[in-house]
């Protein structure tokens, strides 16, 4: 018959491997995500735009962004006229997916290296944390390294819904903290109001 402290210690054991178990569970995220890479430094001769954009990896769960992080992903270790870019699952790093088709970017200069990527990794947790009251109004994010300036491209949906392009614009200025000007520009100024502004400011 078991005594007292049988049971005690049984139930000891349990919450210890319940609690193992918990910890192993991959940590869900509220959506897919995908990295891409561009590497425009030697384009083929008549190639089309986006004939060197590659889809590199999916992922769902905080364990595989950070092993995929920690292993490559750091945009000041590619060379220049490189895009890195991260997207939702499903919508292309193109101006010609559907979902990116009406919109615009903001951006931001990148003046150092080190700037480029902690700025390219506040960015990424902002977005598969969901930290944005717009969230799906974003697109991604793309990395662009140059010789002359690094900088960094939020693309967002409607670039005509100027309540939600500021409201991103805010949310993330706060979370790369930078001060510089930054700027929202219209992929398509054709398909915009003739009244509306062509860029929006902050």
């Known amino acids: 018959m078991a005594t007292e402290s049988d049971l005690a210690m049984e139930a000891q054991t349990e919450a210890v491997t319940s609690e193992e178990t918990v910890m192993k569970q991959p940590?869900?995220?509220?959506?897919?995500?995908?990295?891409?890479?561009?590497?425009?430094?030697?384009?083929?001769?008549?190639?089309?735009?986006?004939?060197?954009?590659?889809?590199?990896?999916?992922?769902?769960?905080?364990?595989?962004?950070?092993?995929?992080?920690?292993q490559i992903f750091k945009p000041?270790?590619?060379?220049?006229?490189?895009?890195?870019?991260?997207?939702?699952?499903?919508?292309?790093?193109k101006w010609e997916d559907p979902e990116c088709a009406n919109g615009g970017k903001w951006s931001i200069p990148a003046n150092k290296k080190a700037n480029l990527d902690s700025m390219w990794l506040e960015t990424l947790m902002a977005l598969i944390g969901e930290q944005f009251d717009d969230a799906d109004e974003i697109c991604g994010v793309v990395a662009s390294v140059r010789q002359r300036q690094d900088k960094l491209a939020l693309w967002t949906k409607t670039a005509a819904n100027e309540a939600a392009q500021m409201s991103i614009g805010r949310?993330?200025?706060?979370?790369?903290?930078?001060?510089?000007?930054?700027?929202?520009?219209?992929?398509?100024?054709?398909?915009?109001?003739?009244?509306?502004?062509?860029?929006?400011?902050l």
Do not use: I
Not at 38 to 56: E, H, I, V, Y
Not at 182 to 195: A, G
């Open 76 to 93: 000041s270790k590619f060379p220049a006229n490189a895009d890195f870019h991260l997207f939702k699952a499903g919508t292309e790093p």
């Open 171 to 201: 949310k993330w200025r706060e979370v790369v903290d930078v001060t510089d000007k930054m700027t929202y520009s219209f992929h398509d100024d054709s398909k915009r109001e003739r009244s509306a502004k062509a860029r929006y400011n």
């Open 27 to 70: 940590h869900r995220l509220e959506r897919k995500w995908t990295f891409w890479f561009d590497n425009q430094s030697k384009p083929k001769q008549g190639a089309a735009w986006g004939t060197s954009l590659r889809k590199l990896y999916t992922f769902d769960t905080v364990e595989e962004f950070w092993c995929l992080y920690d």
